[in-house]
């Protein structure tokens, strides 16, 4: 590979075990009673919590980083396929889901989380191949905040999409001839299929305990990626190097990420949750910054922070839309 190309790599986003990233969004297309409120944290424990959520989010773009030792190793394919693959293998040792007793409306569920996975992941491995990570997190956040915005069904969130836009037309400058087209159009093809994810991510969660339904997606995910993975990087797969890039990545942009938010979630309320989460592609481009010597210009960093201010303003239109009428 070229130095060119060396600068736009990295690894995956979030599992998005995660998915309140963008406000409430699960919470408004659930169709079940919401879960009762937490009592209100104290003042540690909140931040406690809060050092939880940037670990989790420090911990992807981090092993996205180590990814990037993966891509000259075993292709973009087999990098996927073994993030994916490693990753069910671990889930599934932990979570240990109950196979029986599901109707196939469950499964169906379950298999779609898994299509939805596996092409999100898939995607966002092809756009940063050929962008860098912060521009391609930002390109791909876009997703969510869509959903956001059409879930809350307020002006005011038309009006921070409108903000977002403008960060995107900001970040391509014109027609984002320095981006590569090519890779901007994957990285907002994989925020559809974030938008997707989240959709499902509810839908399961109503028909699978804990993260049950995330484990069964995730092995469906491997299983839909590793026919290009073993095609396109054969044995290199084998390679104990490459096996233990791959696990590392999986741990970091998978399993601890996953534990940590769901630790961070009993502690803090949902819409402070995704407020937090909203800094993911300023996160990215640091990451990108200190591991990949990724610089951006001025106008990228501009364009970050409007979609970050955008997808912040989102999240407060969608947790006020999501709350409760106050009683007489």
Request: proline share 7%; hydrophobic share 55%.
């Amino acid at each position: 590979m070229t130095a060119k190309h060396k600068r736009g790599r990295t690894g995956i986003s979030a599992p998005r075990g995660d998915l309140l990233a963008l406000g409430n969004v699960t919470d408004t297309l659930r169709s079940g009673p919401p879960a009762p409120a937490a009592a209100a944290p104290r003042p540690r424990g909140g931040l406690r919590a809060v050092g939880l959520v940037l670990g989790g989010a420090l911990s992807v773009q981090f092993g996205s980083a180590v990814a990037a030792l993966l891509f000259p190793r075993s292709g973009v394919a087999g990098a996927v396929t073994l993030r994916l693959t490693i990753g069910a293998v671990l889930l599934l040792a932990v979570c240990r889901p109950r196979l029986r007793g599901h109707r196939p409306g469950d499964w169906a569920a379950a298999a779609a989380f898994g299509v939805a996975l596996a092409g999100m992941n898939s995607l966002f491995y092809q756009a940063i191949e050929r962008i860098p990570l912060g521009p391609a997190v930002t390109l791909e956040v876009l997703g969510p905040l869509t959903l956001s915005v059409l879930a809350a069904r307020r002006l005011a969130s038309w009006c921070w999409a409108g903000l977002a836009a403008a960060g995107v037309a900001l970040l391509g400058q014109g027609g984002f001839d320095r981006l590569n087209p090519v890779g901007a159009g994957l990285a907002l093809a994989a925020g559809a299929m974030w938008a997707a994810y989240i959709v499902l991510s509810a839908r399961v969660g109503q028909r699978f305990p804990g993260a049950d339904g995330l484990a069964l997606a995730l092995a469906v995910a491997a299983l839909l990626t590793l026919p290009a993975g073993l095609l396109g990087s054969g044995t290199a797969l084998l390679d104990p190097t490459v096996l233990a890039l791959g696990a590392t990545v999986a741990v970091l942009s998978s399993v601890l990420p996953y534990t940590l938010e769901l630790l961070a979630l009993r502690r803090l309320p949902t819409h402070t949750f995704a407020v937090l989460m909203s800094l993911g592609p300023a996160i990215a481009a640091l990451a990108g910054w200190l591991v990949l010597d990724q610089a951006l210009t001025v106008p990228e960093v501009l364009a970050i922070g409007l979609v970050i201010a955008a997808s912040v303003g989102a999240v407060r239109v969608s947790a006020a839309a999501a709350a409760p009428p106050a009683q007489p």
